[in-house]
């Protein structure tokens, strides 16, 4: 198994019942697909997904923990979601991370992470050629969770994959847009370049344009 490979398993990993609704109803909400102010309904939600109360009000303290979803006694779980400035104070919050994570990659990235760094970057390459838009998406990911993993900062790690998460969903970029693949290919070999060249003042300077021509292109 490549890195690729190893990486987009672990992402689709889930561990619980209790994490694969919290996950379900994570997308549902931040897609809009479940409008804000809306009821969450435990009997058709346990039907819907064929579970107990359990693992679902285990989901739901996590998404009140989140900040997404609201109890109001005497009434039930009501959906938050994320208003306007949430978005992009939760955008801006990432791309600051996102240039700290790589500046400690650059001096803490090891041989063995380099190599897999490389072995993304060429599947980019490959995949950007081909216009395979889906591939394009895992790998993206795949390209700064290992970014994320390379910088050797757990905390940091944890919190750039839930704003990672939180951004596919609410804010994702226009990946039909016109010379998207093209265009962000650049981006990346740059900040990948900067990497292996060991150069943080290249890395981070790639890494926030990056981001924000990512903010440009997620309409925010």
């Given at each position: 198994?490549?890195?690729?490979?190893?990486?987009?398993?672990?992402?689709?990993?889930?561990?619980?019942?209790?994490?694969?609704?919290?996950?379900?109803?994570?997308?549902?909400?931040?897609?809009?697909?479940?409008?804000?102010d809306?009821?969450?309904?435990?009997?058709k939600?346990?039907?819907?997904?064929?579970?107990?109360?359990?693992?679902?009000?285990?989901?739901?303290?996590?998404?009140?923990?989140?900040?997404?979803?609201?109890?109001?006694?005497n009434?039930?779980?009501?959906?938050?979601?994320?208003?306007?400035?949430?978005?992009?104070?939760?955008?801006?919050?990432?791309?600051y991370?996102e240039?700290?994570?790589?500046?400690?990659?650059?001096?803490?990235?090891?041989?063995e992470e380099e190599e897999?760094?490389?072995?993304?970057?060429?599947?980019?390459?490959f995949?950007?050629k081909?216009?395979?838009?889906q591939?394009?998406?895992?790998?993206?990911?795949?390209?700064h969770?290992?970014?994320?993993?390379?910088?050797?900062d757990?905390?940091m790690?944890?919190?750039?994959?839930?704003?990672?998460?939180?951004?596919n969903?609410?804010?994702?970029p226009?990946?039909?847009?016109?010379?998207?693949?093209?265009?962000?290919?650049?981006?990346?070999?740059?900040i990948?370049?900067?990497?292996?060249?060991?150069?943080?003042?290249?890395?981070?300077?790639?890494?926030?344009?990056?981001?924000?021509?990512?903010?440009?292109?997620?309409g925010?």
């Amino acid at each position: 198994m490549d890195i690729l490979q190893k990486i987009i398993k672990e992402k689709n990993e889930i561990k619980s019942t209790s994490d694969k609704v919290y996950n379900q109803l994570l997308r549902e909400i931040l897609t809009g697909k479940i409008a804000k102010d809306s009821r969450l309904n435990e009997a058709k939600l346990t039907a819907k997904y064929k579970i107990s109360r359990t693992p679902l009000r285990e989901a739901f303290k996590r998404l009140q923990e989140d900040g997404l979803v609201e109890y109001i006694q005497n009434r039930g779980v009501f959906v938050r979601g994320l208003s306007e400035n949430e978005i992009i104070g939760m955008l801006e919050t990432r791309a600051y991370l996102e240039v700290k994570a790589v500046e400690y990659c650059v001096s803490r990235i090891t041989e063995e992470e380099e190599e897999d760094l490389s072995a993304i970057f060429k599947h980019m390459e490959f995949y950007t050629k081909k216009g395979d838009i889906q591939k394009m998406i895992e790998i993206d990911y795949a390209f700064h969770r290992l970014i994320y993993r390379a910088s050797h900062d757990r905390l940091m790690e944890k919190t750039l994959l839930t704003y990672q998460n939180y951004c596919n969903y609410c804010c994702p970029p226009n990946y039909f847009a016109r010379g998207f693949l093209r265009r962000t290919l650049e981006e990346h070999r740059q900040i990948y370049r900067a990497i292996i060249s060991k150069d943080p003042a290249a890395a981070t300077n790639a890494m926030k344009q990056h981001m924000e021509a990512t903010i440009k292109r997620s309409g925010y």
